[in-house]
């Protein structure tokens, strides 16, 4: 069965911190995202991966980079973590529109709760 | 930018009865997939049903169907003889065809079974 596993159900860090969150998929997916999620506004897109040493941005990347050095894997990073970055953190991961064609449905982690103080 | 809408922040149902979310959207395309995901609580998100715009069958998941209207931009969940297990945040998606496979989200419906 398809797995993606984020590294921490529970985060807490201070201000200012460098803060990792870590993604990893088991099903040779070529993509991979980030998303955070926020009451009241859904999921939001923070950066995306489609290859290996790939990334884009996503609708709200002020303040996170990523890094994706193998294909199973997919880290965002908060450089400086600030107290607006409190939030839950989604990955998610799929396959390339030319492995499996086009639509086909984003798999979820667990879900990462980060807490900055 | 596609935009997708979800207007109904929460519902309940009585268990073993039907409701059904709404959703809309925004597109200038014509070829697109949308999708229904389940968010329990703190739980997995999991796909719950998926429709392809240049099908004009909806999509049916045993309980769950979908009424896909494409002139109207509308994508709404059916759930049929709802159950305890249903309580979720619902979020509706929308995908393009091409381009690196990304989704755009509803900001969701929290739906409560009451038993």
């Known amino acids: 069965d398809v797995k993606v596993t984020q590294s921490s159900r529970y985060l807490v860090k201070r201000t200012g911190e460098k803060v990792f969150l870590e993604c990893v998929q088991d099903m040779d997916h070529e993509n991979m995202f980030w998303y955070r999620q926020d009451p009241g506004l859904g999921l939001r897109l923070i950066y995306f991966s489609y290859d290996v040493k790939m990334k884009e941005k996503g609708d709200i990347p002020e303040g996170y980079s990523v890094s994706r050095e193998k294909k199973e894997r997919f880290s965002l990073i908060l450089e400086s973590a600030s107290t607006n970055q409190t939030s839950m953190y989604l990955c998610?991961?799929?396959?390339?529109?030319?492995?499996?064609?086009?639509?086909?449905?984003?798999?979820f982690g667990d879900g990462t709760r980060l807490s900055i103080l | 930018a596609q935009t997708v809408t979800q207007s109904q922040p929460e519902m309940s149902v009585q268990e073993a009865e039907t409701v059904t979310l709404s959703c809309t959207y925004d597109?200038?395309?014509?070829?697109?997939?949308l999708f229904w995901y389940k968010q329990p609580p703190s739980r997995q998100m999991i796909l719950v049903i998926r429709?392809?715009?240049?099908?004009?069958q909806n999509a049916t998941e045993n309980r769950f169907s979908v009424n896909f209207q494409k002139a109207a931009k509308s994508f709404s969940l059916k759930i049929s003889d709802s159950q305890l297990g249903d309580t979720a945040m619902y979020f509706c998606a929308f995908m393009n065809s091409g381009g690196y496979q990304k989704v755009t989200f509803g900001t969701g419906t929290k739906l409560q079974v009451i038993p």
């Open positions: 429709q392809e715009a240049y099908k004009q």
């Open positions: 998610a991961s799929s396959p390339g529109m030319w492995t499996d064609g086009p639509g086909q449905p984003q798999h």
């Open positions: 597109t200038s395309e014509n070829n697109y997939y």
